[in-house]
């Protein structure tokens, strides 16, 4: 008997697998193969828009993937700097061996965390509760909590052109049962679909044909906030940027009858934010080229992976296609495309925990929620485990809201929207982005990972001495003033601004827009971490967008503080739209603020809601 079973060894159920241990949990990971585990069967990055403060979220949890980044990327890229701060995001292209490597590694040392390779085939359900899993050889394993981390195994297909087969994305034994039983279960079960691109033999590419696109050279940058990689920010493995061209999109379009896709052949819904070459030349016909980039896969091998050329056309056509790329006229093929089809869960019949709401203590996390992406799998993952771990422990569940963090977004969105298709995190989802910044996650989170045990003392202790430098640097800014003096004013105007006519802080200062917090830090005390100063330069500078934007977060924070019965009925509320009580009925809304983002729901209908509730009318 474990207290949590883990299903799946992708980077969902790595998350999973650590917090539960980590939390105290005598913890199972079953996955069909262990060498599979931390697998990246697409391109090897982690981060990106939105990705990358998600990163940053679990790593201030006390999650594993910022950690395992640090310790395995070819190259780190500061995205968007020069944008708003809401948008920029930390991007790394990460060795696919050293990664996987390094992840193994983690969990074979982590303290209560045992690790079995076997496919699962069944779960043992009593009275509408989980109490284990069945395996293909007839095993039975028992848990008090069990974690499906699937991906995209369930009923997983591999397809290009015509051709289909089962098989996972290395061509293994998917899992052709469980989501059958899902559905004897009563869990909702759609079809899905993903892609990945060709691979590209290193050697046979010309990249003078091509753009360079190094990684960020002014300084160091880390997923991590506790162990800090460094590294020569030059001396980074490249990636490039090519474009399609003329010829490409004439052999695509003259053989999109010989595509999986367009040649009727896929079952499942493919990525919106994520479409196939073909997808995007079909859809964009006004868009005379799109760009790629060439990406390295690993240093262990010759690998190069054409970012934003997924496609699922035959063989012989990715030839013609991939030959017509600049740079790419006598590319040899190591690993053709294709697109694979697997079975995920109706994610709104989930709670916020993520726990079913169909069988008690059954988590899922990952693609089998309908999202695409590691970055949202290890968010989930992460979740699944810290609240299977508290359940156990009669604790209440960790909620994360949409103004706390990506990861709160993400669940919110997953469980009150659901997905039609596979679902990827964008900063735009987010209405407090400004808030949910890359800098400030520790600050958001942190306190919650110390609080469930899975941030170290140390860990802590250096945050809580972040927190104290804030407070010091706050404090020194308010107070010190420059009055007008001759070297003042001649400083100022070396910064192309206005002299001084009466004394200043050192915090008005730095809202001027053409000062950093570095100019004046000659003016300072004591030093101060580059961390802190960034900190605070970004709070005085935004602080009016800031303040307004807390302000509406108190707003909704009103309603999500509005509880609904679980076991309210719908059918009983007076003047209730039918639209209305049908997908507040099937969503089951645990807050006013969960139930005004329900699609079909509009503000009357939350205005009866709350008049029900209020007349205490939710005993059904």
Do not use: W
Request: glycine fraction near 8%; charge should be negative; proline fraction near 4%.
């Amino acid at each position: 008997m474990y207290d949590i079973l883990v299903v799946g060894g992708g980077h969902a159920g790595c998350e999973a697998s650590l917090a539960s241990a980590r939390m105290g949990m005598n913890t199972i990971l079953v996955t069909g193969n262990i060498k599979n585990i931390a697998d990246m069967p697409c391109n090897p990055s982690i981060g990106g828009p939105a990705k990358g403060i998600v990163v940053r979220e679990i790593d201030a949890l006390g999650g594993e993937m910022g950690k395992n980044t640090d310790k395995s990327f070819l190259q780190m890229k500061m995205l968007n700097t020069k944008k708003g701060i809401a948008v920029r995001a930390l991007r790394a292209q990460a060795d696919k061996t050293t990664y996987k490597e390094e992840m193994i590694k983690t969990l074979n040392n982590q303290e209560n965390l045992t690790i079995k390779e076997g496919m699962v085939e069944d779960l043992v359900v009593e009275d509408n509760e989980v109490k284990g899993i069945k395996l293909n050889n007839g095993e039975v394993i028992e848990a008090k909590a069990v974690i499906l981390t699937t991906g995209t195994y369930l009923k997983g297909a591999i397809l290009y052109g015509s051709t289909k087969y089962s098989g996972g994305p290395h061509g293994e034994e998917p899992s052709l049962h469980l989501s059958d039983k899902l559905k004897e279960l009563g869990f909702t079960i759609k079809r899905l679909k993903t892609g990945t691109p060709p691979r590209i033999e290193k050697s046979s590419i010309d990249f003078t044909k091509a753009k360079l696109e190094p990684g960020s050279e002014d300084k160091c940058y880390n997923f991590s906030f506790s162990k800090k990689v460094e590294y020569d920010p030059k001396e980074q493995i490249p990636c490039h940027l090519i474009y399609t061209t003329e010829e490409t999109h004439r052999i695509i379009n003259e053989n999109l009858d010989k595509s999986s896709m367009y040649g009727g052949y896929v079952e499942g819904v493919g990525p919106r934010y994520c479409p196939s070459i073909e997808d995007k030349i079909v859809r964009f016909k006004d868009k005379e080229r799109h760009q790629l980039f060439l990406e390295p896969e690993s240093l262990y091998y010759d690998d190069i992976y054409i970012q934003g050329f997924s496609t699922s056309m035959p063989h012989d056509v990715q030839e013609k296609m991939v030959h017509s790329l600049p740079g790419l006229e006598n590319a040899k093929i190591l690993k053709y495309a294709y697109a694979i089809e697997y079975d995920a869960i109706d994610s709104r019949q989930l709670k916020p925990s993520l726990e079913t709401k169909i069988i008690k203590n059954l988590y899922t996390a990952g693609q089998i929620n309908g999202t695409s992406g590691y970055e949202e799998a290890a968010g989930q993952g992460l979740i699944a485990g810290i609240n299977a771990s508290l359940k156990i422990k009669g604790k209440d569940p960790l909620i994360l809201k949409r103004n706390e963090a990506y990861i709160g977004v993400l669940i919110d969105d997953l469980i009150v929207k659901g997905v039609i298709d596979p679902y990827r995190l964008l900063t735009s989802r987010a209405e407090y982005r400004l808030l949910l910044r890359h800098d400030n996650a520790d600050l958001r989170l942190r306190e919650y990972g110390h609080e469930i045990g899975l941030v170290s003392e140390k860990e802590y202790k250096d945050f809580k001495n972040k927190i104290k430098e804030i407070e010091l640097l706050t404090k020194e800014l308010k107070e010190k003033k420059l009055t007008p003096k001759k070297e003042i004013n001649e400083f100022l105007e070396s910064l192309n601004s206005a002299k001084l006519l009466d004394s200043i802080t050192l915090y008005d200062l730095v809202k001027r827009t053409e000062i950093s917090i570095k100019d004046i830090v000659k003016f300072l005390d004591k030093e101060y971490m580059e961390e802190v100063l960034e900190q605070l330069e970004i709070s005085i500078k935004y602080e009016g967008y800031i303040k307004k934007e807390l302000s509406e977060v108190n707003k909704m924070l009103e309603y999500e503080e509005i509880s609904i019965p679980e076991d309210i009925d719908y059918k009983k509320v007076v003047n209730l739209a039918s639209e209305a009580c049908q997908k507040l009925d099937e969503i089951r809304p645990i807050t006013i603020g969960q139930a005004m983002r329900i699609s079909g729901v509009n503000p009357a209908d939350i205005t009866v809601l709350m008049m029900h509730l209020k007349k205490g009318k939710n005993n059904g």
